[in-house]
Every structure is written in C-alpha cells, then in structure tokens.
C-alpha cells in the first residue's frame, strides 16, 4: 500500500468513527427524550388519580349526610378531621374533597427503579371572580393543587381542579 492509499483509508476510517459517534450521540439523547417522557406521563397519571380520588367525595365534611347549607360560614375549614388519615389509594378514611388539604405522598413505582415522586397536595377556598389565588373566607367553591416532583424529572407537575358546592332543592 503506497502512502496516498494509507491516508485516504485513515481519512475513512475518521469519517467512519465521526458517523459511529454522532448515531450514538443521537441514540442516547433519544433514549433521555423517552426516559423523561416516561417520568412525565407516571407523575400526571399520579396526580389525576389524586383529583379523580378527590371529586369522587362530597364538597364538605359538612354536606356528606345531604344536609343543605344555606351559607359559606357553615362549611368547615380545610383538611382532614380528626382520625381521618391517608396510607394508599386503597386505604383513607377521607369522606370530603378538602380533606386533600397538606397531604404530602413519597410514592416509590416499581417499574422504574429511579423512579421516587413526592405528591404535594392544596385545598383552599377560591372566589369566583379569582380563581388563581386562595382566600381567607370561606365560599363556595374550593381549588385542589397537586404537584408531583421527582429527583428523575427537569419539571413540576401541577395540576389543578376546581369544585362548588350547589344544592338543588
């Protein structure tokens, strides 16, 4: 092999190595891409089942029997009463949307081993006019936030939903 051949074979053997390396540069970053999807799609699905769980129950610890309430001052502040508690989906004693109030879940899934959330729960009493922000006083209408993070996930999972109190008689 004279010397002109030896350097057009090194010169493919570089190109060669550059393209070997872009394809699993390119690979990896895909598989990051679906990775973090993964994560994403899992803390959504968390905190839909929180919300779904949540508006299954009645308004107000004060509305579970049917009673009807006449005004805002007879609803009960938000959280859970006493004895109630949450250990799993499957196991609360919860009987009303605001119980949701300071419920703080570590959440271990056991198809992805890094995958470890912890679930924040809010409930608090929203104007109708504002309903971003919570208010001091009681109203007809409550705001459930639930935010997912993980030490796996880039971003905050936030969801929110929103429940009002009416009585038909």
């Known amino acids: 092999m004279n010397s002109g051949q030896m350097m057009i074979t090194m010169g493919a053997m570089f190109l060669l190595s550059i393209i070997v390396l872009s394809v699993n540069n390119g690979y990896l970053r895909n598989n990051d891409i679906v990775l973090d999807s993964k994560f994403d799609i899992l803390a959504i699905s968390l ?3 929180i919300i779904e769980d949540a508006n299954g129950l ?3 610890v004060s509305t579970t029997d049917g009673t009807n309430l006449i005004y805002a001052s007879q609803l009960s502040t938000c959280g859970p009463g006493p004895g109630e508690y949450y250990v799993s989906r499957d196991s ?3 009987n009303d949307f605001d119980d949701y109030n300071g419920l703080h879940i570590t959440y271990k899934d056991s198809t992805l081993e ?3 959330f912890d679930i924040n729960c809010k409930v608090g009493y929203i104007s109708d006019s504002n309903p971003d922000v919570f208010v001091g006083s ?3 209408y409550k705001k459930l936030n639930v935010m997912v993070t993980s030490p796996s996930m880039t971003d905050t999972i936030k969801i929110s939903t929103i429940m009002s109190y009416f009585y038909f008689r």
């Open 114 to 116: 890094s995958a470890v």
């Open 138 to 140: 009681k109203t007809w």
């Open 47 to 49: 905190a839909t089942s």
């Open 58 to 60: 009645a308004f107000d």
């Open 92 to 94: 609360n004693n919860y």
